[in-house]
């Protein structure tokens, strides 16, 4: 008998700026130390995407966002049986608004041709070969 798949719905922000796109490098003492990702966080139980969205940013950078387009959701499964189903929205910060990485080692804004260069957490790849391909 299979076990039930448990899927953990995350939103994440793929924030534009004149500057490229805004990457957060994860800390040392997250899991998958220092890859890269595109911010935003888990969509708690009544939560909508966007709403989660906005939560999340306003908690991990300080910042307010205009969520912009949604992109195809991705999944992808770091343990049998569970699945992180990203999805995705192109942002951009509000007037003003300049990120704090409170939870990250570090934030870099990366011009669209280079951002396969960096490290990417294996859930974010798919991701950003849609942004990529959008």
């Known amino acids: 008998?299979?076990?039930?798949?448990?899927?953990?719905?995350?939103?994440?922000?793929?924030?534009?700026?004149?500057?490229?796109?805004?990457?957060?490098?994860?800390?040392a003492s997250m899991s998958l130390p220092l890859a890269w990702e595109f911010p935003g966080g888990k969509i708690e139980a009544g939560e909508t995407a966007e709403?989660?969205?906005l939560?999340?940013?306003?908690?991990?950078?300080q910042v307010e966002i205009i969520i912009g387009q949604a992109l195809t959701y991705a999944d992808h499964s770091y343990v049998e049986g569970r699945v992180i189903?990203?999805?995705p929205f192109v942002c951009r910060l509000a007037e003003n608004a300049v990120p704090?990485?409170?939870e990250h080692a570090d934030l870099r804004w990366v011009m669209r041709e280079?951002?396969?260069?960096l490290d990417?957490?294996?859930?974010?790849?798919?991701?950003l070969e849609g942004y990529l391909n959008s």
């Open 114 to 117: 280079e951002l396969r260069s």
């Open 1 to 27: 008998m299979s076990e039930a798949l448990i899927v953990i719905p995350v939103a994440c922000a793929i924030i534009e700026g004149p500057e490229g796109v805004l990457c957060a490098q994860r800390s």
């Open 51 to 53: 709403g989660a969205l």
């Open 85 to 87: 189903r990203l999805f």
């Open 120 to 127: 990417w957490a294996a859930a974010d790849v798919p991701v």
């Open 100 to 102: 704090v990485p409170r």
């Open 55 to 61: 939560r999340e940013i306003r908690e991990e950078l």
